[in-house]
């Protein structure tokens, strides 16, 4: 029978279980072998990589975000 | 859920996790066989940058701390055999290589990052988990190497 304290109840269950968030996504730290190759860097390109942060800063007048995103071997 | 099925699968979880990483009667790392030995485990791979750096030194650890007792593991982890090989054969390693491109033992091992290495002492406990590698973790890992082989 559903009333309002067994929906919220749901609910609360619910938005726990979606804390995980993205925590599952993305492969074993054993499985990077084709993220590891240069192709597949995201830096592949340094100067390109760093025209293209100089335009975001302009743009945004905020740099970063570019953190360890997918590619690299994930070593060290 | 009652409260006590409840409590009893969240402890069988946890009972499982820690037992997670223990040899099975099918090891390949045939940890039961080197007891007695210093185990020094390693995950490595081809395209793992930093196992350049180690493969030297765990030669080197096997070559002067063999005759005391110190068994060295290299675990590999890479899907295509002939990158591991060609690895090898740039290193010729002479301790000992398991091959586990499926990825059972770093599953069970719940590796962290790449390389991974574990150091076993000689009662078959793990002492030590250590991931990543570089230049500067040399000296402590030595040491540590050093004092378990002291324990007999």
């Known amino acids: 029978m559903l009333n309002a304290r067994m929906a919220a109840m749901v609910l609360l269950v619910a938005s726990l279980a979606s804390l995980q968030g993205c925590s599952t996504l993305g492969v074993k730290p054993w499985q990077r072998d084709l993220l590891a190759r240069k192709d597949m860097a995201l830096d592949a390109n340094p100067v390109d990589g760093s025209i293209d942060d100089h ?22 | 859920m009652k409260l006590l099925p409840r409590l009893l699968a969240m402890a069988a979880c946890v009972a499982f996790a820690a037992t997670a990483g223990s040899a099975g009667p099918d090891d390949p790392l045939d940890l039961p066989h080197l007891r007695g030995n210093v185990v020094y485990v390693d995950f490595w791979a081809s395209w793992c940058g930093p196992c350049r750096q180690s493969f030297p030194w765990m030669a080197e650890l096997q070559h002067k701390y063999g005759p005391d007792g110190l068994v060295v593991v290299a675990v590999n ?11 090898l054969r740039e290193f010729s390693p002479d301790f000992r290589i398991v091959y586990d491109a ?7 091992y719940h590796l962290k990052g790449m390389p991974t290495s574990f150091l076993i002492d000689r009662d078959g406990k793990v002492q030590l988990e250590h991931v990543g590698f570089r230049q500067a973790d040399r000296e402590a890992l030595t040491e540590r190497v050093r004092t378990l082989l002291q324990n007999h």
């Open chain 1, 55 to 76: 335009i975001y800063f302009s743009k945004e007048a905020a740099s970063g975000g570019k953190g360890f995103g997918g590619g690299g071997c994930g070593c060290n």
């Open chain 2, 102 to 108: 499926q990825g059972v033992l770093a599953e069970r």
């Open chain 2, 77 to 87: 982890v890479d899907h295509e055999r002939h990158e591991a090989d060609q690895f």
